[in-house]
């Protein structure tokens, strides 16, 4: 089981509606969660970050996160055909500095 | 400001050369950081640096990878007897030591990669 789980999709949602792009993790430990949005061909790009439980909101995303059930999420608002990209969750423990990343999951946004 | 910069950012290699992959973090960021990204999946941590210290080389795959960063800024990737196993998206991460009412930041900010082929 890795770490952090994502499904790989793809998800595609109408312009204008709301995608939802989920995470599991499976260490307790980890204190951070780290949204990176990635186009083909290009490096991950940082969306947004959340440590405490429930809902952070940036412009069109919110980050929810919930501790007790291992669950992370991302709501993108009024999707675009800008937003089609790949979605990584990462998660961050604290006592190793790196990121764990899960496969990512790829978002359609259609016309 | 200026972002973090890969050179270069393609390579193609034949099977058991040497291949060096540098990588420029943004300036001030003390903690730099190597993954590995295979086609299809997320980047997998390789090493990670505080100014020159090597904290961590838990990820490198095996005692062909090595990594420097003796001046605590530019960091090498150094992979030896290139095998085609290692054809994948090296990417170097730096992030900055922030803190905001006693919570310090982790978030990582990615370079543009270097396409690693060996043929």
């Known amino acids: 089981q890795k770490e952090v789980e994502q499904n790989s999709g793809p998800l595609s949602v109408p312009e204008g509606a709301i995608a939802s792009l989920n995470c599991t993790y499976s260490?307790?430990?980890?204190?951070?969660f780290f949204w990176y949005r990635q186009y083909s061909g290009k490096s991950p790009e940082l969306i947004m970050f959340i440590y405490s439980n429930g809902d952070k909101e940036d412009g069109r995303f919110t980050a929810q996160l919930n501790k007790a059930s291992q669950y992370v999420s991302l709501l993108i608002r009024d999707s675009q055909p800008s937003d089609s990209a790949t979605y990584l969750c990462?998660?961050?423990?604290?006592?190793?500095?790196?990121?764990?990343f899960g496969t990512g999951t790829r978002l359609q946004v259609t016309l | 400001g200026a972002g973090v910069s890969q050179s270069p950012r393609y390579k193609v290699a034949k099977r058991g050369q040497d291949v060096a992959l540098r990588c420029d973090p943004i300036?001030?960021?003390?903690?730099l950081f190597w993954y590995q990204q295979a086609l299809g999946q997320g980047p997998e941590f390789l090493t990670y640096?505080?100014?020159?210290?090597?904290?961590?080389k838990s990820g490198l795959p095996s005692d062909r990878f090595f990594a420097e960063r003796p001046e605590g800024s530019v960091s090498t990737l150094k992979i030896q007897r290139t095998q085609q196993e290692d054809s994948a998206v090296y990417l170097c991460?730096?992030?900055?030591?922030?803190?905001?009412?006693?919570?310090?930041?982790?978030?990582?900010?990615f370079g543009p990669g270097t396409r690693l082929t060996v043929t």
């Open positions: 990462a998660g961050f423990t604290g006592t190793a500095s790196k990121l764990t």
């Open positions: 260490d307790r430990g980890s204190q951070s």
């Open positions: 640096f505080q100014n020159e210290a090597q904290l961590d």
């Open positions: 991460a730096s992030r900055p030591t922030r803190t905001s009412g006693g919570k310090s930041s982790y978030e990582q900010y």
């Open positions: 300036s001030g960021h003390v903690s």
